[in-house]
């Protein structure tokens, strides 16, 4: 069977990929420790909950508005202001299926046959597969690991073509947890002004942070930078709500309503309930990622300092997210495995433990481990790649 070429162009995502095979295994009987999944494993706290229980019982059970219930922009147009220094009015937002849904959404109205997108590497593994799902082209700038996987202005500058786009910037990075300074962003915003082009910046680990570094918007430098950025953001990690689905896009109005008109064709809306719970997460002044933050932090330098302890595997400290991004390549070669994709599959067949390789995220002598889970199961982890490593 035929099948379009733009499925037949797409990558399989190596994080649910690894998953699956965990989960395989561990349906089999086998006691497999899983480090892929990126979400936290905190419950969504209970007002939450509570809040889109209450929605039910009150029957906001039907279609709303494509672009979000207007007590779920103004939520998110206030948290903009209290925690970003932005101001956007309703017609510069709109609500999503998730964020994920937002930047495809986003590129799907914003790129013709040929565009290209300039993606930082390492790179979440979803960025170059939705440029291709809307006939754009994926431009790639190694971050380099010796100034913390981050591209400089020069780099960019030299990457911009004719038919360049857009530049993608996520900060907390997935998979580092790396941040950009307001300086760094500054300098890359110099350039696409000059260039004129547009900014996706992907903000959706913003709360997780673990360093006195500040998250800092590129669209809060200048209103010019804030006129080409569009903004992603939503409620998945910042409270533990991955499965709810809601994600948000911000920038000029002419883009959201061209992503309003495209996802009422795909979508209709947003699931209503989780919308009510979304609006609950913003309207209360309780912050649940300060428990998350706290208990991230431990489990970060636990985590990390078991690593760096493991012969052939280096590591760069990050700031957020909850993911360690170590260079095993050494450790690799030791083991006599040629690539680290060699190296993770024999890891998770001697020893159930289930890492993503670095070659998903466009870094294939890494690796991405999740900490969102408990300090004893991280601690076995590492034991069990550390008797791997040395057993080899």
């Known amino acids: 069977m035929e099948l379009a070429n733009r499925v037949n162009s797409l990558t399989p995502s190596s994080t649910l990929a690894i998953s699956a095979k965990a989960k395989q295994l561990k349906q089999e009987g086998h006691d497999v420790i899983g480090l892929g999944v990126g979400e936290p494993d905190f419950n969504t706290p209970s007002f939450i909950i509570d809040a889109a229980k209450d929605a039910m019982d009150k029957g906001m059970t039907k279609y709303t508005p494509t ?10 147009i206030h948290k903009f202001q209290r925690d970003n ?12 299926s998730g ?19 300039i993606i930082p590497t390492p790179y979440w593994v979803s960025y170059p597969e939705q440029v291709k799902l809307a006939e754009g082209v994926p431009i790639y700038i190694d971050g380099l690991e010796n100034h913390n996987f981050k591209i400089s202005p020069e780099q960019l500058e030299a990457a911009i073509t004719p038919r360049t786009k857009a530049v993608i910037i996520n900060s907390p990075s997935n998979p580092t947890g790396m941040m950009y300074t307001a300086e760094e962003l500054r300098k890359i915003g110099d350039i696409c002004e000059k260039h004129e082009l547009f900014i996706v910046s992907d903000e959706i680990y913003e709360k997780l942070i673990y360093t006195n570094d500040k998250h800092i918007s590129i669209a809060q430098l200048s209103p010019k930078l804030k006129e080409r950025t569009i903004v992603i953001n939503g409620v998945s990690k910042s409270h533990a709500m991955t499965g709810w689905r809601i994600g948000y896009a911000a920038g000029a109005e002419v883009i959201i309503k061209a992503m309003t008109n495209h996802a009422s064709h795909a979508t209709s809306n947003p699931t209503s309930i989780a919308q009510y719970a979304a609006l609950a997460a913003y309207e209360n002044e309780t912050d649940p990622t300060i428990k998350m933050r706290d208990v991230f932090s431990r489990r970060l330098d636990v985590l990390y300092n078991l690593l760096i302890d493991i012969p052939g595997i280096s590591c760069k400290k990050p700031n957020g997210a909850f993911y360690l991004f170590p260079n095993v390549i050494e450790a690799a070669k030791k083991c006599g495995y040629d690539t680290v994709d060699d190296w993770v599959a024999a890891l998770l067949i001697e020893e159930k433990v289930a890492l993503v390789p670095g070659s998903g995220f466009g870094f294939p002598n890494n690796v ?20 791997f490593v040395e057993k080899h």
């Open 67 to 76: 672009g979000g219930i207007q007590e779920l922009k103004q939520a998110i």
């Open 85 to 96: 220094g932005l101001s956007y009015t309703q017609t510069e937002i709109i609500v999503t």
């Open 99 to 117: 964020a994920k849904h937002a930047l495809y959404t986003l590129f799907q109205v914003l790129l013709n046959e040929g565009d290209e997108v």
């Open 368 to 387: 991405r481990l999740s900490y969102a889970t408990s300090e004893d199961v991280l601690v076995e982890a590492a034991q069990r790649i550390k008797r």
